[in-house]
């Protein structure tokens, strides 16, 4: 059966400049550092709309706020992190702008990213056999992680 597919992306000029550390490795990963994230959302269904579209990309406005609001300039700590607290009293002083997330990394970055956009975007779209097939992060040139939905 044919399908129809789209992506949007929000390249690194966005700006989802996040800090986080692998706190699990041994790894220079452990350590704070920082991307300029991209991320790359696919689209799918077997039919288009009466625009003749898979979706409007005008209405994944509210994710590129969502993704903005979680990840530019922000801080992601996991929440089993061991220095959590040390975090939380940081970001109470000013010093960083803190996300708690379960987990870090881009894999787990792009489930959560996955998770959120369907919230988000099939509460009200409501469009009938329209699938988030994918997220991708992206760190840079080099480095992305993918998660494909259920």
Known sequence: MPKYQVTKTYGHNLG???TFRQHRTD???KFLHG?????KLTFEADTLDQR???LGFGDLKPVKKWLEETFDHRT??????PDFNYFMEMHRKG??????VKRVGCE???EMIYHKTNQIVFEGLRRDGVRL???????????????YGE
């Open 35 to 39: 991307y300029a994230l991209g991320v």
């Open 27 to 29: 790894t220079h990963c």
């Open 95 to 100: 010093l960083i702008s803190m996300v708690a």
């Open 52 to 54: 003749n579209w898979v």
């Open 76 to 81: 992601l700590v996991a929440e089993d992190d």
């Open 16 to 18: 989802l400049s996040a």
């Open 108 to 110: 787990s970055f792009a």
């Open 133 to 147: 097939v994918s997220v991708e992060v992206i760190e840079h040139g080099a480095n992305s992680a993918i998660y």
